[in-house]
């Protein structure tokens, strides 16, 4: 069984005046094996972001099933969301969501303080995660003391300890310079090696080309996907522009690629 089976997924909006409905997906398929580092790509209204909500179990499909590693979102009631999220998802965003008066150290624990976890659990869960992602020296300072990169690291740390099943990625790199982004990139495929399950959502085809496989969602379908294969991160990076060039002209068919 795949760790996240997403099927006959769709999503319809009623707008607010006029009752005409929107719909944001149509009909998403796609599974997840565990260890996987799956990529989504898409131009804006193209649905990416209705689906990341959806997988966050922050919205729920007006049609199809979201499964994970056993659990149907469905299911999960609302009064249960939250811990649902804090127990199985890491979340990565952006714009980093760190709380300025929190330190960096703070800030990492928070998921773990909400849990109801002791301080002798917490120091020792973050002390490995702070070493691999380089920020150990940085735990005692606040955000506004340290950098872009830094700070997306101490948010790469805080969806880490709680050991999530999947880590999602809303744009990532999209607040960073190049050198940070290259340092963040990298630590993320540090993580997968290790056996970390990532999932996503970016516009960038350098962080596209870190991943094992990148879904295209066009009009709320996925309707190409393409692999990795043996490819180098430059080989895959030319690949992912090849097939953007050529799929931005193209109808919408499903179809399936590998990277040789």
């Not at 299911?75 to 929190?102: C, W, Y």
Request: aromatic share 8%; net charge neutral; no cysteine.
């Amino acid at each position: 069984m795949s760790l996240l089976e997403v099927t006959g997924v769709k999503k319809i909006y009623k707008t607010r005046f006029g009752g005409q409905s929107v719909e944001a997906l149509k009909n998403v398929n796609f599974t997840v094996e565990k260890g996987e580092y799956v990529a989504i790509m898409g131009e804006s209204g193209s649905g990416k972001t209705t689906l990341l909500n959806i997988l966050a179990a922050l919205d729920k499909p007006t049609e199809g099933t979201v499964i994970l590693d056993g659990m149907d979102f469905a299911k999960i009631k609302e009064s249960e969301a939250a811990t649902f999220r804090r127990d199985n998802l890491g979340f990565v965003f952006q714009e980093f969501n760190l709380l300025d008066t929190f330190s960096l150290e703070d800030n990492i624990y928070l998921p773990l303080v909400l849990a109801g976890k002791d301080y002798k659990e917490m120091h020792e869960r973050i002390v490995p995660i702070a070493k691999r992602l380089g920020i150990l020296e940085l735990l005692k300072k606040y955000p506004y003391e340290v950098s872009g990169g830094q700070k997306q690291r101490a948010a790469v740390a805080r969806a880490l300890i709680t050991n999530p099943r999947i880590l999602l990625a809303d744009e990532p790199t999209g607040a960073l310079d190049s050198k940070a982004t290259d340092e963040l990139l990298g630590l993320l495929s540090a993580e997968n090696r290790n056996g970390q399950t990532i999932l996503m959502v970016t516009h960038s085809v350098r962080a596209a080309s870190h991943a094992g496989r990148v879904l295209f969602i066009k009009d709320g379908v996925v309707f190409h996907q393409l692999y990795r294969g043996d490819a180098t991160d430059d080989r895959f990076y030319q690949t992912i522009t090849d097939t953007l060039t050529v799929l931005q002209g193209s109808d919408s068919v499903q179809m399936t690629a590998k990277a040789v």
